[in-house]
């Protein structure tokens, strides 16, 4: 089955760039989207087609793809960015499937 | 506004059947895929899979076909998620989602999630 995978983890200080990867063998050919999910709430979609941001979503979240990794970085972070993000797309049979998930620590 | 609308959590023993609920409001909700989505304690988003509301066209993960049913009534926007034997390892949050289409498929509007405690 396919799979996408991500770092379990990274910590960054406030104010600095948190950048998490995803990689998957059909993203070159599929869109990435990019969720936040904090504790105890609902995941919340933060990026759409690798790079677009929902209305709402502060400008220090973007998006980037390369090959088979995309990535979301999140400049200047802040205490309120710590959460889990996953990133989801979908297989050649239109199967949707989510990243392993990163927790982001704010140090 | 834009809402998934999920029932309350419940408490099972193993064996026993349930049948969760996710109603959606304001939008038609006939022309979206609704999505469910498990989180197992600690764990990460699983995709289950989803149902077309208008037509009840359903797909699933390979991982949940034939442990869970999707069903939907479009009569009154509500789609269904439903066990006929529950398991101790069924204990999880379940989201349903909208799924939008925009040259690709995401989900732009979740539900608050459902709490399923399967315990003897």
């Known amino acids: 089955s396919y799979e996408l995978t991500q770092p379990p983890s990274v910590s960054v200080s406030p104010g600095q760039t948190a950048r998490i990867t995803c990689s998957g063998d059909a993203l070159p050919k599929q869109y990435a989207y990019w969720y936040q999910q904090k504790p105890g709430q609902a995941p919340v979609l933060v990026m759409y087609?690798?790079?677009e941001r929902p209305s709402g979503i502060p400008e220090r979240f973007s998006g980037s793809s390369s090959g088979t990794t995309v990535t979301l970085t999140i400049s200047g972070l802040q205490a309120e960015d710590e959460a889990d993000y996953y990133c989801q797309s979908s297989d050649s049979n239109s199967y949707d499937v989510f990243g392993t998930g990163t927790k982001v620590t704010v140090l | 506004e834009v809402q998934l609308v999920q029932s309350g959590a419940e408490v099972k023993k193993p064996g026993e059947s349930l049948k969760i609920s996710c109603k959606g409001s304001?939008?038609?909700?006939?022309?979206?895929?609704i999505g469910w989505v498990r989180q197992m304690p600690g764990k990460g988003l699983e995709w289950m899979g989803i149902i077309y509301p208008d037509d009840s066209d359903t797909r699933y993960s390979p991982s949940f076909q034939g442990q869970v049913t999707i069903s939907a009534d479009k009569s009154i926007n509500t789609a269904y998620l439903r066990w006929s034997g529950l398991k101790a390892s069924d204990t999880a949050i379940y989201y349903c989602?909208?799924?939008?289409?925009?040259?690709?498929?995401?989900?732009?509007?979740w539900g608050q999630g459902t709490l399923v405690t399967v315990s003897s």
């Open positions: 087609k690798d790079t």
């Open positions: 989602a909208r799924r939008y289409d925009n040259s690709g498929y995401y989900y732009d509007y």
């Open positions: 304001g939008y038609s909700f006939t022309t979206y895929w």
